[in-house]
T-cell receptor, first 111, second 114 residues
Framework: SQQGEEDPQALSIQEGENATMNCSYK?????LQWYRQNSGRGLVHLILIRSNEREKHSGRLRVTLDTSKKSSSLLITASRAADTASYFC???????????FGGGTRVLVKP | DAMVIQNPRYQVTQFGKPVTLSCSQTLNHNVMYWYQQKSSQAPKLLFH???????NEADTPDNFQSRRPNTSFCFLDIRSPGLGDAAMYLC?????????????FGPGTRLTVL
């Protein structure tokens, strides 16, 4: 079963705009990760945030984590057409080696 | 470059005809995973190996088997593919241990069942 739900399921924006997507999860996690998947390809790791962290930045990416609400958000600033992809959150439950993925958000960045 | 390689990228098989998908890694990671991903869905973990220890997910059908003959290679065997097994199959690796690092994914094998 999926660990989380992602919102929205799909997002269409203009190049240069920011894209925000949210992830909610059900069980306690050790860390939460975000991955990107281009159409028909494998997943690429973007960023990892640990359960004792609240916010993390990497380039144009900003991730927040609220463990009390069991939720995370991914913000992509100044989006580019190359950011068009599906984005998945995935949690590693405490004392485990397994990722459980949310449903994903499909992002379309129009040039 | 260190990487995760999956062969073939596209596989067509017939209903009920056994098929094997291959994954190799040059990362020397302890853990190797197999995921099934159907169209517009999230990847679903089928099983994983921590070194030689096999860990099956409770809801993985018996039709799916795996072998890991050495650190570098891992195989997914589908004994009698059904139409519902058509999907993208993703292999991933991670170092393992307590740091719970990111997973490194291969490009996937898209399986078509006729």
């Amino acid at each position: 079963s999926q660990q989380g739900e992602e919102d929205p399921q799909a997002l269409s924006i203009q190049e240069g705009e920011n894209a925000t997507m949210n992830c909610s999860y059900k069980t306690s996690i050790n860390n939460l990760q975000w991955y990107r998947q281009n159409s028909g390809r494998g997943l690429v790791h973007l960023i990892l945030i640990r359960s004792n962290e609240r916010e993390k930045h990497s380039g144009r990416l900003r991730v927040t984590l609220d463990t009390s609400k069991k939720s995370s958000s991914l913000l992509i600033t100044a989006s580019r057409a190359a950011d068009t992809a599906s984005y998945f959150c995935a949690g590693i439950v405490t004392a485990g080696n397994k990722l459980t993925f949310g449903g994903g958000t499909r992002v379309l960045v129009k040039p | 470059d260190a990487m995760v390689i999956q062969n073939p990228r596209y596989q067509v098989t017939q209903f009920g005809k056994p098929v094997t998908l291959s994954c190799s890694q040059t990362l020397n990671h302890n853990v190797m995973y197999w995921y099934q991903q159907k169209s517009s869905q999230a990847p679903k973990l089928l099983f994983h190996y921590y070194d030689k220890d096999f860990n099956n997910e409770a809801d993985t059908p018996d039709n799916f088997q795996s072998r890991r003959p050495n650190t570098s290679f891992c195989f997914l065997d589908i004994r009698s593919p059904g139409l519902g097994d058509a999907a993208m199959y993703l292999c991933a690796t991670s170092p393992g241990g307590l740091s719970y690092n990111e997973q490194f994914f291969g490009p996937g094998t898209r399986l078509t069942v006729l």
